[in-house]
């Protein structure tokens, strides 16, 4: 990774549509997007001042790499358009290794988060109810042991500034159609279980991941937006594992953790953050990368 660190792309050649908290997304024509993986970096839903050195970089040759190997569970959104084809030749720089060009479909207005492990929120819930989105388990279970199979747990898509909220599988029929449903639960459960089992393979074990869907014109599903990055999943060293406690995770948490030291009331604007935690956030994205990748 060895462009500058990008906060915010600026191009002029493309129209943007929107700059979500990590993606720059731009227009091209009326069928097909510019996606653009900035270096920002978000916690505790606030945007961070300072980039995180080839995070944009990492996501998205993680997202290439997942999307090429699970195409065959189902069909995603690259149109294999090189980015740098798109803008003028002055912009090119903004969009190498960062960017990807894609068809554009209709999102469905629910996250479709897996979990092979009890972690986060769901253990929270679990804790609560024996039950994580309205989904009873067995009791006795602990913090990051693995469930019996994965589970599927949809969640409630936030505007910025505010947390994805849980709920359970009647919710999502309720918002995304109950046949778009019950594939998008089938779909998700499968492409996680893929992932999962080639990811152990190389050391990592993925506790639990979201995914994005959207539809064309004909109702039929697609998988879009990012997939299996550090930024969407919650990817474990298996050398570090152990049931009872969470792994340290190949993500931002070198980050929250500072930002817990500080005097913040976690809103806007974001202290800026010292080198020595932007290196070890950077070398983290940038081993899960190396480890799932690596010839």
Excluded at 23 to 31: I, K, S, T
Excluded at 166 to 172: L, M
Excluded at 183 to 192: F, G, H, N, W
Excluded at 260 to 283: C, F, G, H, M, V
Aim: with cysteine; glycine share 6%; proline share 8%.
């Amino acid at each position: 990774m060895t462009s500058p660190p990008m906060l915010q792309s600026d191009l002029r050649s493309l129209p943007l549509i929107h700059r979500g908290k990590v993606r720059d997304l731009y227009a091209l024509g009326e069928d097909k997007l510019l996606v653009i993986q900035t270096d920002r970096l978000s916690a505790f839903d606030v945007i961070l001042p300072t980039p995180i050195p080839g995070k944009g970089e990492v996501l998205t040759a993680l997202s290439l790499f997942w999307f090429e190997r699970l195409r065959h569970v189902l069909p995603n959104h690259l149109t294999g358009i090189e980015p740098q084809s798109v803008v003028a030749p002055e912009e090119a720089s903004q969009v190498a290794g960062r960017a990807m060009v894609v068809r554009r479909f209709q999102p469905l207005m629910i996250e479709a988060v897996v979990r092979g492990y009890l972690a986060g929120s769901a253990w929270k819930d679990y804790q609560a109810n024996a039950a994580v989105c309205g989904i009873a388990l067995p009791p006795g279970l602990k913090e990051a042991q693995q469930l019996p199979e994965p589970i599927f747990t949809p969640a409630t898509k936030a505007p910025a500034g505010s947390h994805d909220e849980n709920i359970d599988f009647g919710e999502a029929q309720r918002i995304v159609g109950a046949d778009l449903c019950l594939q998008v639960r089938d779909y998700a459960v499968r492409l996680y279980s893929e992932a999962a089992a080639y990811a152990k393979t190389r050391g990592i074990i993925i506790a639990d991941t979201k995914f994005e869907f959207g539809v064309d014109t004909g109702g039929r599903l697609y998988l879009i937006d990012e997939a299996l990055t550090p930024d969407s999943s919650r990817f474990w060293p298996a050398d570090a594992y152990r049931v009872g406690t969470n792994p340290p995770a190949f993500d931002k948490q070198f980050v929250r953790d500072w930002l817990e030291s500080q005097p913040w009331n976690k809103k806007a604007p974001a202290p800026a953050l010292p080198a020595d935690i932007l290196a070890r956030t950077a070398e983290k994205y940038a081993e899960a990368l190396r480890r799932l990748t690596a010839a």
